[in-house]
């Protein structure tokens, strides 16, 4: 065949009744190479036994095939993946599987750090401090609970008070509260100032050298200790700790707050005022709970802090509600990083100028922590005393129970299992099956999750709920979303009497039923 009919032909210069047969018969389930090209072939032999007859593998129509055939494979290959990643079920990349999550509202969660409490041992300052007795406290060592120290207790007091801020002293904390039976007092200590409330160090955890770091802890407005917003603040916060057990109690004592990882900050600057705003933080491991946001002055230092809430998007009652506007939402990336989400000035402000953001990174593993792998931990504290003389104080600290609440980030599997079921449960407790669904998905430690239905008969509604068995009395119940109403009603009716068997009959068959 000449090389001009060839090309002719394949041009399928023909008449539409042809070009509608060769569509007709072709095999459109043909993906691979060989396929591709036996398939081809086959049906030219078939339908165009006079115009294509050169199958030789010199010929250069079969090198156009052969290149027909690689290009749709490649082509089919490709088609194939970008379909399967647009599907939760089948997709296989973790950026796909994290988007498709958050079209259903499911931000997924990314690692969760061991945090735990470390009970101070000993102290020891450089400060020139007496006891009662006269004797001079400086770089003595002082340990909690020492049989050898019959004046232990008034000595650690007064190395503990010297550290302290002006308006503080060992039994006058700054805030109290108690937690599971345990009395909890903080004390903050009097920082240098700029100084970060963070003090690092290293552990070797299952083999593996960790970074952890002692944090300012606190339980403002919550009913759990937790981490105080890292900024340069001038106070450290420690906490004293009393079970009613003794002083040779584990949980009778000071006590530092401790996470896994490593503070880090980032500054930077959003010039244009523009809604919808997304600024990408590109570091990996940001843990799940550590992200703050502040602004920045013009003179570089810290201004107002900006409030995360779950979304940004959307009738969401959470910020809806808020009189705070500068509000923003932390959305999960491939390997823990995270995108910076702003609202459009309708519920929350448009961010412009300058900004700072203070994420840790946690090395994202799950393990455990035994006390035998945290001991003698040591910590200098440099605090300004009541002279405003810059002085050190030395602590040792030791673990006195496992930590195993560290969580690594959610496998693609858990995403695709959750993600539908917390959308079902449209981030509310009604159903019973929402009870069973919504704690699961909230959180990536939690394996599973069984409530049971019950009923109580034979007891009145008015009081408190109490299980005849005493198996299921002292229930703690928790919501996000409750509201409690008071209508108040005033009822109101007049009348008149002439004798005393007027008001009580008024009383009796009027006021009485309305009580």
């Known amino acids: 065949m000449a090389i001009t009919t060839r090309q002719t032909s394949l041009l399928v210069q023909q008449d539409w009744t042809k070009l509608y047969q060769t569509f007709r018969n072709a095999d459109f389930q043909s993906y691979d190479y060989e396929t591709l090209r036996k398939s081809m072939i086959d049906y030219l032999r078939t339908y165009y036994p006079e115009d294509f007859n050169d199958f030789t593998e010199s010929s250069e129509y079969i090198a156009l095939i052969d290149l027909i055939a690689f290009l749709g494979q490649s082509l089919a290959f490709r088609t194939d ?158 906490l004293y700790k009393n079970d009613n057990q003794g002083n040779g109690s584990v949980n009778t004592g000071f006590f530092l707050h401790f996470k896994q990882g490593e503070l880090k900050n980032l500054d930077f600057s959003l010039a244009d005022s523009l809604p919808n705003r997304v600024a990408s933080i590109n570091f990996d491991n940001i843990n799940n709970t550590d992200v703050w946001l502040y602004a920045l002055t013009s003179q570089n230092t810290l201004g107002s802090k900006w409030t995360q809430v779950p979304a940004v998007s959307g009738l969401n009652v959470v910020y809806n ?97 959750k993600a539908p079921q917390q959308y079902y449960t449209q981030n509310r407790m009604i159903t019973g099956e929402d009870y069973n669904t919504l704690p699961f998905t909230s959180f990536n430690n939690i394996l599973k999750v069984k409530a049971v239905n019950r009923a109580s008969s034979g007891i009145s509604r008015y009081l408190d709920v109490v299980d005849s068995s005493g198996k299921y009395s002292s229930t703690n119940i928790f919501a996000q979303d409750g509201m409690v109403y008071k209508n108040n009603q005033n009822t109101t009716t007049s009348f008149t009497y002439t004798t005393i068997n007027d008001i009580n009959k008024t009383i009796f068959n009027v006021a009485k039923p309305m009580i």
Do not use: C, H
Not at 182 to 199: A, D, F, K, M, R
Not at 342 to 371: E, H, W
């Open 81 to 238: 993946l970008n379909a399967r990643e647009n599907f939760l079920d089948t997709a296989e990349r973790r950026d796909s599987v994290l988007k498709l999550a958050r079209l259903i509202s499911y931000n997924p969660k990314r690692n969760i750090p061991a945090a735990g409490f470390l009970k101070i041992n000993s102290v020891s300052t450089t400060e020139t401090i007496t006891d009662s007795n006269g004797l001079n406290l400086a770089n003595l060592l002082i340990s909690w609970n020492d049989s050898a120290n019959e004046n232990w207790l008034e000595q650690f007091t007064a190395i503990v008070n010297a550290s302290l801020v002006n308006n503080q002293v060992v039994g006058k904390p700054g805030a109290s509260k108690t937690i599971n039976g345990i009395l909890n007092n903080e004390y903050s200590v009097s920082i240098v100032q700029g100084t970060l409330p963070v003090y690092k160090f290293n552990s070797v955890v299952e083999g593996i050298n960790m970074a952890f770091e002692a944090v300012s802890a606190t339980s403002y407005n919550q009913n759990y200790i937790y981490e105080r917003d890292p900024t340069p603040n001038n106070v450290f916060n420690i």
């Open 321 to 417: 509600q808020e009189t705070e506007r500068n509000l923003y939402q932390v959305n999960t990336r491939a390997n823990d990083q995270v995108d910076l989400v702003f609202g459009d000035g309708a519920f929350a402000n448009v961010p412009q100028g300058n900004f700072r953001l203070y994420y840790r990174q946690s090395n994202g593993l799950n393990y455990k922590i035994t006390p035998d792998e945290m001991q003698a931990i040591s910590f200098s504290i440099n605090y300004v005393s009541r002279t405003n003389r810059i002085e050190t104080l030395t602590i040792s600290a030791s673990l006195n129970y496992t930590v195993t609440n560290s969580s690594a980030k959610e496998s693609i599997n858990d995403i695709r299992t």
